[in-house]
């Protein structure tokens, strides 16, 4: 199949979700076109099977708000054309599935028909598309769809009863790269851990955008207080807007030299094996993929009950989950383990299992292309075209 992604390219689960997506269909033989402003961070742009289309966006005077969403949908409809692609895969309502129907509609008059499918991610309903102002045009796009996939079940009854769309949502679970995101043996982990914590020492791992959602200045209130026990340090991966808020905590609690802010890394399979713990206090998650690429390192997560976390993580088995805030709580969880070295290898043994057996790239990226012919199938594709 020739599929066309769009997705936000930069530092974001649902744009790692359609890169990594992109890059398992192409390992398998299809041919994968990303029509996106940028190209996508987990890319490197020497992949086999993926070719990359930027959107380029006029910075007319006249434009106080340069027109993306427009500019997007006629390089969707050239991309579609020109390489007879069999559909258009949007990840994130907004504005992606209202470009894909544009193109799909410009498409029409030339001829061509080419199914469009939206996955939902989280923010685009929960956030973005709750806000009344993109409500109607958000409902729009998924009931325009050809076909629409959520990532949890949490997502699909959400928008379902928030938006009161009338139709078919599929959930497909995210997933991980288990070959890619995997445990260190013992010793090259031993050595690589060196790099920041002694021997004795317990790693814990923070991984996120830094966005208020993600709450990470608990995540250094809850290293705070484990710190405060035992010997321990924190890995911070990742920037944005609370990242001075988590610095100041940080240097607040005199653990500047405890708290390591990595900032943006590309590599974070090769960081999150390092760790004993990971840390995801979020407000809420959809999902939670910073939590399921630590599980198939080994590294269980300290969450909250929120969202979709709970199809993730068990609570005591492959993690625990705390309510939202209870940093106390979530301190103990983590403190528990940390003591217990045997209850931590029983909890990593079952995250990796758990990994293994439900959310690797094997078992999903099979439910992704069934749900491309079925959409096909049911609606026609560009093969249908005249030349
Ligand atoms: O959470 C964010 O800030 C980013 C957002 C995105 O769309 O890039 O993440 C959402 O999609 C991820 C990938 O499917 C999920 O793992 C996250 O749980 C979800 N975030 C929220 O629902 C808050």
């Not at 910075?59 to 006629?74: G, K, V």
């Not at 340090?233 to 990242?243: F, V």
């Amino acid at each position: 199949m020739k599929i066309g992604i769009t997705c936000y390219p930069t530092y974001g689960g649902s744009g790692v979700v359609a890169t990594e997506l992109g890059i398992e269909l192409a390992a398998s033989g299809h041919e994968v076109h990303f029509i996106t402003y940028s190209q996508p961070f987990r890319l490197t742009g020497r992949e086999e099977g993926i070719f990359y289309h930027e959107v380029p966006v006029s910075n007319y005077p006249l434009f106080d708000f340069p027109p993306y969403s427009l500019a997007l949908a006629s390089r969707m409809c050239d991309v579609a054309d020109y390489y007879k692609l069999d559909l258009l895969h949007v990840h994130y309502a907004i504005p992606h599935a209202i470009s894909a129907y544009l193109a799909q509609q410009m498409l029409i008059k030339r001829g061509i028909h080419i199914p469009v499918m939206t996955t939902l991610h989280g923010t685009d309903i929960t956030l973005v598309g709750a806000d009344q102002s993109y409500l109607p045009i958000t409902r729009f796009g998924i009931e325009e769809s050809d076909g629409v996939t959520s990532i949890s079940a949490y997502l699909k009854e959400r928008t379902l009863k928030e938006f009161r769309v009338r139709k078919e949502i599929e959930v497909i679970p995210n997933f991980v790269n288990c070959d890619i995101y995997q445990p260190l043996g013992t010793e090259a982990r031993a050595a690589s851990r060196k790099r920041f914590a002694k021997e004795g020492e317990s790693i814990l791992v923070h991984l996120s955008n830094f966005r208020p959602v993600k709450r990470a200045p608990d995540a250094v209130l809850i290293f705070a207080e484990v710190a405060r026990k035992m010997p321990a340090h924190l890995l911070l991966i990742g920037d944005g807007p609370d990242r001075s808020v988590a610095e100041w905590l940080a240097k607040r609690h005199n653990l500047q030299d405890r708290v390591h802010f990595l900032g943006k890394q590309n590599s974070v399979s090769e960081l999150l094996p390092l760790a004993d713990l990971m840390l995801m206090p979020s407000e809420l998650e959809s999902f939670g993929l910073a939590s399921l690429e630590a599980m198939a390192c080994r590294v269980p997560a300290i969450a909250t009950n929120v969202g979709g976390i709970p199809e993730l993580i068990d609570d005591g088995y492959n993690g625990r989950l705390c309510a939202v805030g209870d940093v106390d709580a979530m301190a103990a969880a983590a403190l528990e383990l940390l003591e217990s070295p045997a209850k931590l290898e029983a909890m990593a043994t079952a995250a990796r299992a758990t990994a293994q057996s439900k959310f690797c790239a094997q078992k999903i990226i099979p439910l992704y292309v069934k749900f491309y012919a079925d959409v096909i199938g049911r609606t026609g594709s560009a093969s249908n075209r005249a030349d």
